[in-house]
């Protein structure tokens, strides 16, 4: 686990380039975004109904490729602008300004099919866990508008396993911020 500095530039192209060299550390890349998660991890499905229309799945989509679900207290996604595609990496900071948590990922799989639109991340060395993460967004036959966030994990750092039900919790509520800010992006772009 390594300790970052999300204001400094240097310090997080630092991680950003050790991140690009690496490897996933699990092996079952993409399978968030299939029917059957593998076994040996905790999970995570919820999933919100952020509006009817094509209007606002355009406008979660927009918010989905910017970004928009991670900006919660706490969290900042290094590059900002990074662009949603199988094989960039981001380095995913948790925690204040001055020294937060490093958490490196890789985009493995984007979906842009009409109707669904999202993409997975998985952990690369010097995450605090190892597994994956899908954020995905759909429109129903009635226009119902959907994000579905879609996780495995389990301890990638000995002192990850030390926080044992703690870890979870912090996991459930990072989950329930992804999906208010993506609600809230959606609100505003409407509003607007």
Not at 70 to 81: I, L, T
Not at 98 to 107: K, S, T, V
Not at 145 to 166: H, K, M, Q, Y
Request: include cysteine; charge should be negative.
């Amino acid at each position: 686990m390594r300790i970052v500095r999300p204001g400094s530039p240097a310090s997080m192209t630092r991680q950003l380039s050790a991140a690009q060299a690496a490897d996933p550390t699990y092996p079952e890349n993409g399978a968030t975004l299939t029917d059957e998660l593998p076994e040996g991890y905790y999970f995570v499905d919820e999933e919100t109904v952020i509006g009817r229309g094509a209007d606002v799945l355009a406008r979660a989509v927009e918010g989905l490729g910017s970004w928009q679900a991670h900006r919660v207290r706490g969290v900042r996604v290094f590059p900002a602008d990074a662009p949603l595609q199988v094989g960039a990496t981001v380095v995913v900071t948790l925690g204040p300004g001055l020294g937060a948590i490093a958490a490196p990922c890789r985009i493995i799989a984007v979906i842009d099919e009409p109707g669904r639109f999202g993409f997975a991340y998985g952990t690369l060395p010097g995450h605090p866990e190892q597994g994956e993460e899908s954020f995905v967004v759909t429109i129903a036959g009635d226009g119902t508008v959907r994000f579905n966030i879609r996780a495995f994990s389990r301890p990638g750092e000995p002192l990850t396993r030390l926080a044992g039900p703690f870890g979870r919790w912090m996991q459930s509520i990072a989950t329930k911020e992804y999906l208010r800010a993506l609600s809230r992006f959606v609100d505003q772009a409407a509003s607007h």
